[in-house]
């Protein structure tokens, strides 16, 4: 073999070697490309659920309100309840669209796990409405009692649901995953903050104290939203010490041990 040749062969085996680099290259790109959609849509879907969460836990808001009046439900109590379920609905199909039609594994076991929870929500929504229908004497007190809380079980159910949407692949980075935190702590706030501005609410309208038996739920829950909010503020000024002296003049959810009984 000729000099000539052993050169001539030499640059084909480096250019086919180059060529081969050069695919699998691209190929990898694509694939991280394929990874970067999938984990958009999963954030898209993952925020679209949350605030559906957010809105199905006004409705149990509202709902926990309304079953304490002694009058069958009003129409503005009524359409802020079928208010609620229309936008919960939206949501949550916003979120089942982003998904797709070819669902990955862990997809699946939140579509599942979802869609069971929504079935026990409709039947509860069912007994609410006939609760809600009729007088208070007329209504099972302990039902009365249960739905609300039964209600708050499967909302954190479907919230715990949306870990399955967040995807396990190398393109993952620690900015979404902080991103993701600060979204649950938010929710805390909102969720459990929620809870007891629900006592305050029946309170207020129905002329009465706050019963002591659900003083301990309160201060639970407070505590909960209080937490969340202090974890929220951390990473807030941690990002930028400026905002400390903003955050002086913002203020989490106050303590309510004091107020309770007001």
Same mark, same amino acid.
């Given at each position: 073999?000729?000099?000539?040749?052993?050169?001539?062969?030499?640059?084909?085996?480096?250019?086919?070697?180059?060529?081969?680099?050069?695919?699998?290259?691209?190929?990898?790109?694509?694939?991280?490309?394929?990874?970067?959609?999938?984990?958009?849509?999963?954030?898209?879907?993952?925020?679209?659920?949350?605030?559906?969460?957010?809105?199905?836990?006004?409705?149990?808001?509202?709902?926990?309100?309304?079953?304490?009046?002694?009058?069958? %439900?009003?129409?503005? #109590? !009524?359409?802020?309840? *079928?208010?609620?379920? &229309?936008?919960?609905? +939206?949501?949550? =199909?916003?979120?089942?669209?982003?998904?797709?039609?070819?669902?990955?594994?862990?997809?699946?076991?939140?579509?599942?796990?979802?869609?069971?929870?929504?079935? %026990?929500?409709?039947? #509860? !929504?069912?007994?609410? *409405?006939?609760?809600? &229908?009729?007088?208070? +004497?007329?209504? =099972?007190?302990?039902?009365?009692?249960?739905?609300?809380?039964?209600?708050?079980?499967?909302?954190?159910?479907?919230?715990?649901?949306?870990?399955?949407?967040?995807?396990?692949?190398?393109?993952?980075?620690?900015?979404?995953?902080?991103?993701?935190?600060?979204?649950?702590?938010?929710?805390?706030?909102?969720?459990?903050?929620?809870?007891?501005?629900?006592?305050?609410?029946?309170?207020?309208?129905?002329?009465?104290?706050?019963?002591?038996?659900?003083?301990?739920?309160?201060?639970?829950?407070?505590?909960?939203?209080?937490?969340?909010?202090?974890?929220?503020?951390?990473?807030?000024?941690?990002?930028?010490?400026?905002?400390?002296?903003?955050?002086?003049?913002?203020?989490?959810?106050?303590?309510?041990?004091?107020?309770?009984?007001?």
């Amino acid at each position: 073999m000729t000099i000539k040749r052993v050169i001539l062969f030499a640059l084909v085996a480096v250019s086919a070697f180059a060529a081969l680099k050069f695919a699998l290259s691209l190929w990898s790109s694509f694939g991280d490309y394929s990874q970067v959609r999938q984990m958009a849509a999963a954030s898209r879907a993952s925020t679209a659920w949350s605030i559906g969460t957010v809105d199905l836990s006004l409705e149990r808001s509202v709902t926990q309100v309304a079953l304490s009046v002694a009058t069958p %439900v009003d129409t503005d #109590l !009524r359409s802020l309840i *079928d208010g609620q379920r &229309s936008a919960t609905q +939206e949501r949550f =199909d916003e979120a089942f669209a982003e998904i797709g039609d070819t669902p990955t594994p862990a997809q699946r076991r939140f579509i599942d796990t979802a869609r069971a929870s929504v079935g %026990v929500i409709e039947g #509860l !929504r069912r007994e609410v *409405d006939a609760l809600l &229908s009729k007088p208070a +004497e007329a209504r =099972d007190p302990q039902r009365v009692t249960d739905l609300p809380s039964e209600l708050k079980r499967e909302i954190s159910r479907l919230k715990s649901a949306a870990g399955y949407l967040v995807p396990e692949n190398k393109v993952s980075s620690n900015l979404s995953g902080a991103l993701a935190v600060v979204q649950d702590r938010a929710w805390e706030v909102r969720e459990f903050g929620g809870r007891v501005r629900t006592y305050y609410a029946i309170a207020v309208l129905n002329g009465r104290p706050i019963p002591s038996e659900v003083e301990g739920l309160m201060i639970a829950d407070g505590t909960r939203a209080e937490t969340a909010w202090e974890a929220l503020a951390s990473r807030w000024v941690q990002t930028d010490s400026r905002r400390r002296s903003k955050l002086r003049s913002m203020r989490g959810p106050r303590s309510i041990s004091a107020t309770t009984r007001r």
